[in-house]
């Protein structure tokens, strides 16, 4: 079984500061997707990766896909307490996305 | 993106009884669809894999005859927990598969067994 691993479990910072979470794994995945999930609601799907080496970005969230496909990165600018939640990776096994892995997500806080 | 939804989004029940769950893709036709258990604080446990006109796929250490799932149309799958125990009680989350790979989550269902 493909594991994931995602760093920091939990990060707490000050509103206006920058950040970045690692999405890890020694297999190497066909696309890889970032989800933002809030207390007492499912998660809400951010972006997918696909290409290696491959950079997206959302407002002040940078998404990058490492080259060899096994991490990816996310990272978010002038934090702002809208960014709070549990950020989960989750990587596919295949290229149908019939099996999906998941981290163990990144707990955010950011504090006005 | 593509829409999930679940029902109910609350459910609370007596300890013995059975509990049905919901799992609709509203605007796409999801051929697979994936049952989760989250426990607070925690990630999300992938209990089984449902696929449409066939049996599900149970992860290991999940009772098939504890979570019965049905996946009888292209837009709906349901999980019925059967007598449910106060032990049962946990955030349900479903997620359906798109044509393109990707994944989409309903909203929760966060069951309470009293």
């Known amino acids: 079984t493909q594991l994931l691993e995602q760093s920091p479990q939990f990060l707490s910072i000050q509103e206006g500061e920058n950040l970045t979470v690692y999405c890890n794994s020694s297999s190497v995945f066909s696309s890889l997707q970032w989800y933002r999930q809030e207390p007492g609601e499912g998660p809400v799907l951010l972006v997918t990766v696909v290409t290696g080496g491959e950079v997206k970005k959302l407002k002040r969230l940078t998404f990058q896909f490492g080259d060899a496909r096994k991490d990816s990165s996310l990272h978010i600018t002038a934090a702002q307490p809208g960014d709070t939640g549990l950020y989960l990776c989750a990587g596919a096994q295949d290229n149908y996305g019939q099996n999906f892995v998941f981290g163990p997500g990144t707990r955010l806080s950011v504090l006005p | 993106g593509a829409v999930v939804s679940q029902h109910p989004s609350w459910v609370i029940c007596k300890s013995g009884t059975s509990v049905k769950i919901e799992c609709r893709s509203l605007?796409?036709?999801?051929?697979?669809m994936f049952w989760y258990r989250q426990f607070p604080k925690q990630s999300l446990m992938l209990m089984a894999t449902s696929n449409e006109g066939s049996k599900a796929t149970y992860e290991q250490g999940v009772e098939k005859d504890k979570f019965l799932i049905n996946h009888a149309s292209l837009t709906l799958s349901t999980l019925t927990v059967t007598s449910a125990h106060p032990e049962d009680s946990s955030f349900y989350i479903c997620?359906?598969?798109?044509?393109?790979?990707?994944?989409?989550f309903g909203e929760g269902s966060r069951l309470t067994v009293l």
């Open positions: 997620s359906a598969r798109t044509h393109t790979g990707e994944l989409f």
């Open positions: 605007d796409f036709q999801a051929t697979t």
